[in-house]
Structure formats: structure tokens, C-alpha cells
């Protein structure tokens, strides 16, 4: 059972108090882990008869994945119904403040882009290309089986341009073979596959623009560092914009030397028609303060970029939640000159 303490419908207020409960006169041991402390240990929760209880002070506009270890097994948390998909093979357990919001018009649009599988390089990279369009930006996502589903950005991209706010574009999921490896050490020839064998091929197939400056790159996690990196090493080819969702730029700080992707020096490599998107999550741990560090380094440049932070962890909700304002800063209908 969840439990908030006159939660204010005011933003901007001092964290609640909400107490995580479970109930169990067998239980010898009860903990949680959760995106309040970034999954990184199990807490354990205090008993008092048969009720187990911990409680955390949470933003009322949070929204928190979670898990219950019983005894040594995880398990959702049998009196809230609300649960998700992981993204990893299994559920979370979900608790939203009363101010949280959502944003994400992820519904079927009135005219869905066209899908297409490409076999390109060993990969089936599908892309989404508006009918009858010529000459468009191309958007591409690492990670791009979970680009399309959970994250579904063909359909919120669609409804964004049926809206007036977004021009259109090709978006290109890419499916990674070794993530790790490629999104890390082996960026370079990550690089080469998609700027000399998978844009080509796109091109081709649905009449994509060439030109850099409509050459675009996003992503999660790691997707979203392989997109900052790309837009360094290769600012001639990748020059329209990149979305970088929770960044996993704390990773490269604590890469070997070669493998840095933060510093001011790296940064300036990227192109100046380049626009730069960050998104992250207040619950991410040493990921928040790393993508804080690095908004913080491009403000120092006097480098424009747009940002976005939620109360939210390391999840696909959250990215989602975000991904709107990402793609309405890259692809805005109307581009504004930024001072």
C-alpha cells in the first residue's frame, strides 16, 4: 500500500513523505530498490507485526519504478495494481505523485509513416518515411527495436508534424550487434557503418536528403553518448542535431583517455549548425550529475542547446515523457534563430 502525506498540487514545493508498505507475518526479511536511490542497493524496510514499512521523501510530480525483495525474491508490490515493463525481461511496480505529468501523444496517427525493413550490413534496420516526401532530414536512433516499441517515436514524431510543430523526417532505428562494444570502444567503426554503408542505403530507398546539416542522431542511455561522440568525430557528415536521452556520460568520464567524450575540447568539434538536446532524469544517480556537469560546460561555451528534466529514473517512461520536446527542438516547424 502507498501512502502520501497531503501532497500539494503546488510545483516547486520541499519533497513528501511516501511510505513504501508490505505486509508478511512470515517474512523474514523484507527490502526495496527502486529509482529513488537509482537501483543501486536494497534498503531494507522496518517491521512492526506484520507490516513492513519505508518511507522516502519524493517530489509530488515523481514517478517511481520499483520492487519489493522478499526473503531473497523480488516481487511487485501485491496492493498497488499499477506495474510496467521493465525493458529488461520482467515488471516494476509504479508510484506517480499527484503532479505528475505525461507527455507523449503516442496514439496512431490520422497517417502513419510508411514502415520498411532494410537489411544493411548484417543489421535489419527499419525505417519510417512519410509518403510522398522527397528531400527530408533523417533522424537516426541507436537502440532502434526500443525506439520503435516502447518508445514508439514513429508515431510521436507523426502527430507532432500533423500538429504544425515538427517538420517531418525519415527516422532510422538501428539495431546494435555488440552495444557495449560498438556504442563504446569501437565507436569509430560504428561511425563508418552508419555514416558510409546505412545512410547511403536510406537515402536511396525513400529519397532522404544528403546534406549534413539534416543528418540527425539520438538516443537512450548509451545510445544517447554514441550520438554526442558521432557528432564530434564526424562534424561533416553529422551536423543537423543530435537527442541525447539520459546520457551515459558519466561511462566515458570513467573510460580510458581516447574514449573521452566531455571534455571542452571534444565538445567544440561538434558542428555550430549541430543542435544539441539533453534530457535526464532527477533519479538517475551519478548519471544526473554527469548530464548537470555537461549542461553546465556547454553554457560555459556559450553553446545554445535544449534540455529537459523530469522527476524520473532510468526508464523508457521517462524517455518517452521527454521525447516530445526533444523532437520539437530538433525538428521545429519554424526554425528560430538562437541567440
Not at 12 to 26: C, D, E
Not at 158 to 181: K, Q
Request: with cysteine; aromatic share 10%; proline share 6%.
Amino acid at each position: 500500500m502507498l501512502t502520501t502525506l497531503m501532497a500539494s498540487i503546488l510545483l516547486g514545493l520541499p519533497p513528501r513523505p511516501v511510505t513504501f508498505s508490505f505486509s508478511s507475518s512470515s517474512a523474514k526479511k523484507v527490502e526495496i530498490a527502486g529509482d529513488f536511490n537509482a537501483w543501486s542497493k536494497l534498503i531494507p524496510l522496518s517491521r512492526n507485526g506484520s507490516k513492513w514499512t519505508r518511507t522516502f521523501s519524493l517530489p509530488d510530480d515523481a514517478r517511481i519504478e520499483y520492487k519489493f525483495v522478499v526473503d531473497g525474491k523480488w516481487i511487485l508490490d501485491p496492493s498497488n495494481p499499477t506495474h510496467v515493463n521493465n525493458g529488461v525481461g520482467g515488471e516494476n511496480s509504479v508510484w506517480r505523485g499527484k503532479s505528475y505529468q505525461f507527455h507523449a501523444h503516442d496514439g496512431t496517427p490520422k497517417h502513419p509513416m510508411e514502415r520498411m525493413e532494410l537489411h544493411i550490413g548484417g543489421r535489419t534496420v527499419i525505417a519510417f518515411a512519410p509518403k510522398e516526401s522527397t528531400d527530408l532530414p533523417i533522424i537516426i536512433y541507436g537502440d532502434g527495436p526500443s525506439y520503435e516499441n516502447p518508445g514508439r517515436v514513429q508515431y510521436v514524431l507523426e502527430n507532432l508534424v500533423e500538429a504544425g510543430t515538427c517538420r517531418p523526417a525519415v527516422v532510422v532505428l538501428v539495431p546494435p550487434i555488440d552495444r557495449m562494444l560498438e556504442y563504446g570502444d569501437d565507436w569509430r567503426a560504428y561511425g563508418d557503418y552508419i555514416f558510409m554503408d546505412l545512410l547511403p542505403t536510406v537515402r536511396r530507398r525513400t529519397d532522404a536528403s544528403a546534406r549534413a546539416e539534416d543528418t540527425f542522431m539520438g538516443g537512450s542511455s548509451l545510445g544517447g553518448l554514441i550520438s554526442l561522440r558521432l557528432a564530434e568525430e564526424f562534424p561533416d557528415k553529422l551536423a543537423g542535431g543530435i537527442q541525447c536521452q539520459s546520457a551515459a556520460v558519466q561511462w566515458a568520464a570513467l573510460a580510458i583517455e581516447h574514449n573521452e567524450a566531455v571534455t571542452p575540447d571534444k565538445l567544440k568539434r561538434i558542428s555550430p549548425s549541430c543542435r544539441i538536446w539533453l534530457d535526464w532524469g532527477d533519479f538517475e544517480d551519478t548519471l544526473t550529475a554527469a548530464n548537470q556537469k555537461l549542461a553546465t560546460t556547454l553554457r560555459g561555451q556559450h553553446r545554445a542547446f535544449g534540455f529537459k528534466t523530469t522527476s524520473e529514473g532510468h526508464t523508457w517512461t521517462a524517455w518517452r515523457n521527454r521525447m516530445e520536446a526533444g523532437l520539437t527542438y530538433l525538428l521545429p516547424a519554424k526554425l528560430k534563430t538562437e541567440r
